[in-house]
């Protein structure tokens, strides 16, 4: 549980709990806001708690203040307004903040929205507060103002008004917080676009303040807005994996803290949960699952002092084997935000892999509240602000950026800079109109399209990187502008592209969208196979009709059947019985195929039919396509499809002499054509006969003309016919006919080769 989520009695408890009963073992985090609006007394109990100097009266007259102020304005949750500097005021005492950070919050709002101006303020409360609360009122002018405006600029500023006086930065954070856990009162629209921004801007930039658990809770929060589904994926199977290890965590808890007390240290042992973000990012990244108790709970042992802690490592270490690798030691080396802690992982008690931080409580609470922390540790002199400069690594690297900011000239110049520090793990792009794109490192053009916009995802065909086009797949580099090309004739990206993008967004998107143009492609398919029967049975093909034979069909709607007829789980005879109870099924002896195949073959495919005739994007395409198994078609040649029933379609040149065999089943008969992304060359399988004079290395010259150009070599049958020439078939795999015929000619200007021929089974 985040400690600004306890009521006064539980914080004090986990602060000096040390070696008492092991905390709550369930970290969960509760993203419904609280249900009961705080009270006066409860705001200065909890400052009291932790500050027992605190000015009661200066928080009560805030309190008051700010009440009287918003008055009766509400929220979008239909809440009081107050509720929310309330509420922001109470996370913040979960930092353990001074008495100015807690006015300032509860008077964050005041200037902005309502009759309070900063002379007043400044009046009332004195100049401290006043300039807090002036620089919150900045930032969210600034938000209202950017939203047009170019991020960089608005990160710019942002950081620059935080220069002030960090604590700034820290209501700000507070603020997005509890507006991020009353969200879902927000209209849908806005809460993507906040969503995004948090997930983009706040939590990277609390992160990098070393706040660990705001980070975490505003990644989850933005993370179930973002991607509702894959949070919930996450979530169940959390849970599910929590509650199956339920037993072992207490036992493994129990164990440790006794072992440790077998060895003279006190300790406070609890395991925490990891949150379903970072779960998610982390499959996404390493493209695998949760199975362990490892991948969803770390233990942390929490001791006096460092001495206690290098004692425990040493326990830990000869109680449990350790697994080799995963030591890492942030006490003597801390990271660059503060953060202090010993990793290491043993197949601890169960058999289980078990992560350990072994920390001082000091260091416990940097790691979760940052520089917040220092902002008010009981052993600190001089003001908060004074201290955080002095103490904290965090604000050295603020000052640092900030530093940067104010020399370089402009915010595309201050990203490449910084090279954005702050986001060691993003990159950030442009669109053409200056929009911000936050991306993780490795992302690519295609994650980049989902990110501007599904529909821009979904048609993207090629790119501009910086004025020069390149491939979708390129991974992108910090400051990158971006022109996504679009084309309104693609409906449906590649499937193929699911494997390259980097995002869970985009992969979502991608799956969603190939699965609904696998189903037209399916349901056009099943109507050009009733189209046909019909046709021939001169009988009338009418929606209205179909609708009423639906029950008989057992199906809920038209497309329903003509995916079924599709996929072939349903014959067209059986719909067409179902519309017309007398028809017979009749076999019709020879059709004029091979006129119509003649005809076919020197005509292009009719504009107007084009919408029906079936794609076929290379065998990973997700209908059920299959190459002819003895020579079959390249990208380039004229194609027919072949249905079978159940099990889907067989793409034949229009040359294959094994077209004959379907002759007089016309139904069957399918028009295709080729829908290859270019920017993303597959493979297909070729067959060709190579005769060739046989004399020593006469093979390896073959081979080597093949491979020089790229063409990958199968499988070779040697035959041999005569004394003096062998027979070749050769498997390859080619790009496209152009390539192919490429091979082909290259192979018949040698002299070793006589004849080659393309072979179509
Ligand atoms: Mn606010």
Redesign the pocket.
């Known amino acids: 549980m985040a400690y600004w989520r306890r009521t006064p009695r539980q914080m004090q408890a986990a602060t000096d709990a040390v070696a008492v009963a092991p905390e709550s073992t369930v970290v969960q985090k509760p993203l419904k806001p609280r249900a009961r609006m705080m009270r006066q007394y409860d705001l200065v109990e909890r400052v009291r708690s932790y500050n027992p100097d605190t000015n009661e009266d200066l928080l009560n007259r805030a309190y008051v203040y700010a009440m009287k102020a918003h008055g009766t304005q509400t929220r979008a949750s239909g809440d009081p307004y107050f509720s929310?500097?309330l509420e922001?005021a109470a996370i913040l005492t979960g930092l353990k903040l001074d008495d100015a950070t807690i006015v300032a919050a509860l008077l964050?709002?005041t200037i902005e929205d309502t009759e309070a101006t900063r002379a007043e303020i400044d009046q009332v409360f004195g100049h401290e507060i006043g300039a807090l609360v002036e620089g919150?009122t900045k930032l969210?002018r600034l938000e209202l103002v950017s939203r047009e405006a170019k991020q960089a600029e608005n990160l710019r500023k942002l950081l620059l008004a935080i220069a002030d006086d960090v604590r700034v930065l820290l209501i700000k954070l507070a603020?997005r917080l509890?507006?991020m856990r009353t969200l879902e009162f927000v209209p849908p629209a806005s809460r993507r676009r906040i969503a995004e921004e948090t997930l983009d801007i706040y939590a990277p930039l609390a992160g990098r303040m070393g706040m660990q658990e705001m980070r975490e809770e505003l990644e989850d929060l933005s993370f179930h807005v973002l991607d509702p589904e894959a949070y919930a994926v996450v979530k169940h199977r959390l849970d599910a994996l929590a509650e199956r290890n339920r037993n072992l965590i207490g036992e493994i808890e129990s164990q440790l803290s006794k072992n440790l007390q077998k060895n003279g240290l006190s300790a406070r042992v609890y395991g925490r949960r990891k949150q379903p973000f970072s779960i998610w990012t982390k499959m996404e990244r390493k493209s695998v699952g949760f199975e362990q108790l490892s991948d969803i709970y770390g233990f942390r042992i929490v001791l006096a002092d460092v001495e206690a802690c290098y004692r425990a490592l040493g326990v830990v270490h000869t109680t449990w084997p350790v697994v080799p690798g995963r030591f890492k030691d942030y006490i003597s080396t801390p990271k660059q935000n503060d953060y202090r802690s010993i990793h290491t992982t043993v197949i601890g008690p169960g058999k289980q892999r078990v992560e350990l931080q072994i920390r001082t409580e000091e260091m416990n609470q940097i790691a979760e509240f940052g520089i917040a922390a220092h902002a008010f540790y009981k052993d600190g002199t001089g003001s908060p602000t004074e201290r955080l400069k002095h103490e904290s690594n965090a604000f050295a690297w603020l000052r640092h950026t900030i530093g940067i900011l104010s020399e370089s000239a402009n915010p595309e110049e201050f990203l490449e800079h910084t090279k954005l520090e702050l986001f060691h793990d993003q990159v950030f792009c442009f669109t053409p109109k200056g929009k911000l794109i936050a991306l993780p490192r490795n992302a690519n053009v295609i994650d980049f399209a989902y990110a501007v916009h599904t529909d821009v995802g979904n048609s993207a065909v090629g790119c501009k990187i910086n004025g020069k086009f390149a491939p979708l797949s390129s991974e992108l580099q910090n400051g990158d502008e971006v022109e996504v090309l679009t084309s309104k004739a693609q409906s449906a990206p590649p499937s193929a592209w699911e494997a390259l993008a980097v995002t869970g967004k985009a992969r979502a998107a991608i799956r969603r969208a190939t699965r609904a143009a696998v189903r037209d492609q399916y349901a056009g398919l099943g109507r050009r196979i009733i189209d046909r029967l019909f046709a021939r049975a001169k009988i009338e093909y009418a929606d209205d009709k179909l609708k009423g034979a639906l029950p008989r069909l057992a199906r809920t709607s038209i497309e329903d059947v003509l995916v079924s007829v599709g996929r072939g789980e349903l014959k067209a005879s059986d719909v067409a019985r179902a519309m017309y109870p007398d028809y017979k099924e009749e076999r019709l002896v020879r059709y004029g195929t091979k006129k119509a195949l003649a005809a076919k073959a020197q005509t292009p495919p009719h504009p107007a039919r084009a919408a029906s005739v079936i794609p076929v994007r290379g065998i990973n395409s997700e209908l059920p396509v299959k190459f002819a198994p003895n020579g079959g078609a390249v990208p380039g040649d004229r194609i027919v499809g072949i249905v079978t029933p159940g099990e889907g379609i067989t793409i034949y040149p229009i040359q294959s002499p094994a077209l004959k065999d379907f002759e007089d089943e016309p139904e069957r008969w399918l028009d295709v054509r080729w829908d290859i992304d270019e920017t993303m060359p597959q493979r297909f399988p070729a067959r060709i006969l190579v005769h060739n004079v046989n004399e020593p290395g006469s093979l390896a010259q073959i081979a080597t003309v093949i491979a020089e150009h790229d063409g990958n070599i199968d499988n070779i049958h040697m035959s041999r016919r005569s004394p003096d020439f062998t027979e070749l078939t050769i498997d390859l795999e080619v790009y496209d006919l152009k390539h192919l015929s490429a091979i082909l000619a290259q192979l018949r200007a040698k002299a070793v080769v006589a004849r080659v021929e393309r072979v179509n089974g």
């Open positions: 929310h500097p922001v964050h709002d919150l969210k603020d509890h507006n």
